[in-house]
């Protein structure tokens, strides 16, 4: 489903040329989940947007089944993001004037009656369903998560890409809302693709990227 073949990727910092990844490969099939492990500015960050392609790679290719992400149209690659592709990120991103309703509800982009279906489903397998007409700054930092999956889960995403999600949280809430986002994934075939600089949260899951081993340099990229 998704597979990178031969990426390489650097960046310049004080006219030097740091190299993150060189001649990178993986496959990943539908409904296996992968944890990108390292340390702070290690390059998990960017390893997740040249997946997702909100990053482009210097060389190689990043294919999403048969089509290459870093090949495509500017406006093709968003729509197929929107569709395809979930995000969940270490800030919430939530819209305090919005209710928790509206900001799930603002990534929709399926048939508004099979939208509406989905957030209740959501909801209510998240928790959040009496939290739905209430707005951001109301609730705790668990909640505010619950709402950022739930509309990350929204249009039914093959791949969830999260970035970080759980840094925040204490160990009873990440195994909490981790074990909520497998037990989707098992349901659905959706696969999870997650960055995470926390042992707790790695062990988690079966398959994982160290990314010390894939530095090329002593660079390192934005986290």
Known sequence: M?????????????KLKKNILEDFSISLQSGENLCICGDSKSGKSTLLYLMSGLKKPDAGSVFFNSMALNRMEKKKLEELRQKEFGFIFQKHFLINYLSIRENIMIAAVKRENESKRRLELFCEMLGITELMDTFPYQLSPVQKYRAAIARALINSPKIIFADEPMANLDCTNQRLLVNLLFDYCERSGCS????????????????????????????????
Do not use: P, Q, W
């Open 192 to 223: 999870v693709i997650m960055t995470t600089m926390d042992s707790h949260t790695e062990s988690f899951f079966d398959n994982k990227i160290h990314l010390k081993s894939l530095l090329t340099s002593a660079g390192t990229c934005d986290d």
């Open 2 to 14: 998704l597979r990178m073949e031969k990426v390489s990727f650097s960046y310049k910092a004080k």
